[in-house]
């Protein structure tokens, strides 16, 4: 799969790794140019069966994404809508595409992401943010609008309601350790750790098989819409989407004949067996 040809990053491509570098403009702004690249970028996502894992990051040391474009907004229309006729808005039909792509998706957040770039942020499947480096915010109360790009939706899905509403209602920026704290991200990290622990996690994911990759994604994603019951019957349906179209079967074979189940160093060491299942099955 090429990816080429974009405006507002560039991608680069390596061990089934893929790195996202924005770098448009003084600040990354979330305008048309940027949300057209998205949007083809997770098309090529969706149908690349290679890459595995995709990296968020940013060129600007002072900023991942900036907030969206205020060119665009100025011009919305003040009439309000109906709940019949109302049409999800472009920042949220392409944040809503990302988070759907069959990789695993990754943030590494080493600069401010405030309104739609903090949205963006939060389609991904993971976050991690350099301590002293990253801020957040969601400002739009205080503009007389509302988190637009999902930013309501997802942010009460990661931290809870309360939570959820401090952070919107507030309009006021959070570090990397209030987002840790909060639950907007995985991890906070010094600035020299951030990296290493990224590619590592990426690597290390990147390994696994692809179809088993989407599954485990899709199947989490699903099930926190649902109630219990429905969501182990989701849970089941994707464990025979998994088993159908990855190495599974043969590989469960493999440690049969093999008795790893009953050696108690594989029972002590299981994060390096999984690697070695890796290597053993191909």
Not at 9 to 27: I, L, Q
Request: with cysteine; net charge negative; glycine share 6%.
């Amino acid at each position: 799969m090429k990816y080429e040809n974009f405006q507002t990053f560039d991608v680069k491509v390596e061990n089934a790794v893929a790195t996202v570098t924005f770098d448009f403009g003084t600040v990354n702004v979330q305008g048309q140019e940027m949300l057209a690249d998205l949007n083809s970028l997770a098309m090529r996502l969706e149908r690349d069966r290679d890459t595995k894992v995709v990296v968020f990051q940013s060129a600007n040391p002072e900023i991942w994404v900036c907030h969206y474009d205020t060119e665009l907004l100025k011009d919305m229309s003040t009439e309000a809508v109906s709940r019949e006729d109302v049409q999800l808005l472009d920042l949220q039909s392409v944040c809503e595409r990302l988070s759907k792509v069959p990789q695993a998706t990754i943030a590494k957040l080493e600069g401010f992401a405030r309104g739609g770039g903090h949205e963006l942020a939060l389609a991904l499947d993971m976050r991690f943010a350099a301590r002293g480096k990253f801020k957040f915010m969601q400002m739009e109360v205080g503009m007389g609008i509302l988190p637009c790009g999902g930013g309501a939706s997802r942010m009460a899905r990661q931290t809870g309601l309360g939570r959820a509403l401090e952070i919107i209602l507030s309009a006021q920026d959070y570090d990397a350790d209030d987002a840790e704290r909060m639950g907007t991200i995985n991890k906070a990290l010094e600035p020299d750790e951030i990296g290493p622990y990224v590619d590592a996690l990426a690597n290390r994911i990147a390994q696994f098989p692809a179809e088993s990759i989407n599954a485990c994604k899709q199947m989490v994603y699903e099930s926190i819409d649902k109630p219990i019951a429905e969501a182990l019957k989701a849970e089941a349906y994707w464990l025979y989407q998994a088993t159908s179209k990855t190495p599974a079967v043969n590989r469960f074979r493999i440690a049969d004949e093999q008795g790893l189940e009953h050696d108690i160093e594989n029972q002590r060491n299981w994060n390096e067996l999984v690697m070695k299942v890796q290597e053993i099955t191909g």
